[in-house]
C-alpha cells in the first residue's frame, strides 16, 4: 500500500503528526507496537500518573486538610484495586479517543513493529509472526523513549521497579526507596507518599528537578519534607539487592561515607533514553548518538535520508509530550510547504506534584552563565487571597526580565495550578511582552493568577500591590 506520509509510534507526537497530515490532506498511516494507541504517555507516562496523582491528592487532602474545612470524616482507607480501576478506566477512554480520531481523519492504524527496509518501505511484524509491507513517500520516525537504568543494577520488575511498574502497584509500599530526584520519581514518590508510604530520595546531584530553576528545588524540597519524604541529596547509588520481600540500596554520602537503606520497592527514576531498537535505521544508512541513542535531524526535522523525520523523545531536546505534539505538526506543515516554527525557549516544563511546579524560558542560573543583565521579580501564594481561601498556600511565582527592556525571559512558579498558570506567561512571551505589559494587564479577582500580575509588578519597578 502506498502512502503519503508513514507515522512509526503513536504517541502524542505521532498521533498529532498523523492527524494534522490527514488534515492538510496526505494519504496517512501509523504504525502501533502496542495494542493500544497513545504511545508511553497514554498507557503508561503522563496520563496514568495524573489519574493517580488525582486519586492520591484526594486521599491526602481528606486525611489530612478536610477538618480544617469543617469536614469530619472517619476510618479512611486506600482501596488500591479501585484506585487502579479507575486509572485504567481513564487511560482506555484516552486511547480509545485516539482510535476514534483516526477513524474521524481516515487515517490507517497498523498494529506490530515498524521498521525500515529501505527509506520508502516500512515493514510490520505482526503479532502473530506475519509481516505486512506498506510504502510511502515520506517517513516519521515518532517511536519515544523507555525507562533508563543504572549499568550496576538490575532491575527485576518486582521489588527494583521502574516508573511502569509502579503505575501497577498492587499496595501501599512501606517504604519506596527512590533513585532520583527528577520529575518522574517525585510525582511518583508524590502518590505514594501521599497514599502513607515512607518515600526517600536519594539524588546524584545537589538539588532536585535539578534541570529547573534552583529557587523552585529548594522550595519544592521544602515542602515535600513537610508532607513526610526524605531526601539525600549529592549521594551516589552504588547498588541495590532484593532478599525476598526487601531491597537494599547502598549509597556514598558527599564525604565517602557507606550508608544503605532498607525498603520494600526500590523505584529507579533517572531519566529515559530514545527507543530505536529495531528500526532497522541501519538499512537507510542512519545512526543514533551513542549514549542517548538520539538520532540527529535537521531545523526542519529531516534526518540525513531525505524524507525521513524524526520528533519528539527521539531526538534532541526536553522529553516532553507537548513538544513532541508541535514537533509533529511542524513536520506535517513543512512536508506540505508550509513554514511553521516552534519556539525551543518557550515550552513550559511541568512537574505535577503538589504543589505543582512550571516553568518557561531562561532559568537565572542560564542568565548569568549567558552574561544577560536581568531583574527579578517574585510573590509568594501566602499572600494570595485565593491560595489563603483553599488553603494552598506554599510557593511563589518568580518573573525574570531584562534589565533594559523589561522583555520577560523567564517564569517559575510552584503553587497551585501552576500546570495551568504557565500558559498564560508562555502566551505572553511569544508576543514578547514585557513585565510591565502584564501587571498592566486586568486579572479576575480572587484568582491564583493574580500572583503572576504581582510577581510582575515586583520585576518592573518593585511595587507589588499586596506584600
Not at 100 to 105: E, I, P
Not at 253 to 282: F, H, M, Q, S, W
Request: with cysteine.
Amino acid at each position: 500500500m502506498q502512502y503519503d506520509v508513514i507515522v512509526i509510534g503513536s504517541g502524542p507526537g505521532g498521533y498529532v503528526a498523523a492527524i494534522r497530515c490527514a488534515q492538510l490532506g496526505l494519504k496517512t498511516a501509523c504504525i502501533e507496537k502496542y495494542a493500544t494507541y497513545g504511545g508511553t504517555c497514554l498507557n503508561v507516562g503522563c496520563i496514568p500518573s495524573k489519574a493517580l496523582l488525582d486519586s492520591s491528592e484526594h486521599y491526602y487532602n481528606a486525611s489530612h486538610a478536610f477538618k480544617t474545612h469543617g469536614i469530619n470524616l472517619d476510618n479512611l482507607s486506600v482501596d488500591m484495586a479501585q484506585m487502579m480501576k479507575r486509572k485504567t478506566e481513564v487511560v482506555a477512554k484516552n486511547t480509545s479517543g485516539i482510535s476514534f480520531l483516526f477513524k474521524k481523519n481516515k487515517i490507517d492504524g497498523f498494529q506490530g513493529i515498524g521498521s525500515f527496509k529501505d527509506k520508502n518501505t516500512i515493514s510490520i511484524k505482526k503479532a502473530d509472526g506475519s509481516i505486512e509491507e506498506i510504502t510511502g513517500k515520506n517517513i516519521i520516525i515518532a517511536t519515544g523513549s523507555k525507562p533508563s537504568s543504572l549499568p550496576f543494577l538490575k532491575i527485576d520488575k518486582k521489588r527494583i521497579i521502574t516508573s511502569t511498574e509502579a503505575l501497577t502497584l498492587t499496595e501501599v509500599p512501606k517504604h519506596l526507596i527512590l533513585i532520583g530526584g527528577g520529575v518522574i520519581g517525585l510525582e511518583l514518590g508524590s502518590v505514594y507518599s501521599r497514599l502513607g508510604a515512607k518515600v526517600s530520595v536519594i539524588e546524584f546531584m545537589d538539588s532536585i528537578i535539578p534541570t529547573m530553576d534552583r529557587g523552585l528545588g529548594k522550595e519544592l524540597q521544602k515542602v515535600l519534607q513537610k508532607q513526610g519524604m526524605e531526601f539525600y541529596l549529592n549521594h551516589k547509588v552504588t547498588g541495590a539487592t532484593v532478599k525476598g520481600k526487601e531491597v537494599t540500596v547502598t549509597f556514598d554520602a558527599p564525604n565517602g561515607d557507606k550508608k544503605e537503606l532498607k525498603g520494600d520497592y526500590c523505584l529507579v527514576a533517572v531519566g529515559r533514553i530514545a527507543y530505536t531498537d529495531g528500526l532497522g535505521l541501519e538499512n537507510i544508512g542512519l545512526t543514533v548518538e551513542e549514549r542517548g541513542r538520539k538520532v540527529t535531524v535537521n531545523d526542519h526535522l529531516e534526518t540525513s535520508v531525505k524524507g525521513v523525520y524524526a520528533i519528539g523523545d527521539v531526538i534532541t531536546g526536553a522529553m516532553l509530550a507537548h513538544k513532541a505534539e508541535d514537533e509533529g505538526t511542524l513536520v506535517a506543515e513543512s512536508i506540505v510547504g508550509q513554514k511553521p516554527h516552534i519556539n525551543y525557549n518557550l515550552i513550559p516544563g511541568v512537574v505535577y506534584t503538589w504543589p505543582e511546579v512550571a516553568a518557561v524560558g531562561q532559568t537565572e542560573e542560564q542568565l548569568k552563565a549567558a552574561g544577560v543583565k536581568y531583574k527579578s521579580g517574585s510573590f509568594p501564594f501566602r499572600a494570595s487571597g485565593r491560595a489563603v481561601a483553599s488553603g494552598d498556600m506554599d510557593g511563589f511565582v518568580k518573573v525574570l526580565a531584562d534589565a533594559d527592556t523589561d522583555e520577560i525571559l523567564g517564569v517559575h512558579i510552584i503553587g497551585p495550578r501552576a500546570a495551568d498558570m504557565i500558559a498564560e506567561a508562555v502566551c505572553a512571551m511569544e508576543f514578547r511582552a514585557s513585565a510591565e505589559d502584564v501587571s498592566r494587564m486586568s486579572h479576575a479577582h480572587p484568582t491564583y493568577t493574580e500572583a503572576f500580575r504581582e510577581a510582575c509588578l515586583a520585576a518592573t519597578d518593585n511595587r507589588p500591590i499586596h506584600i
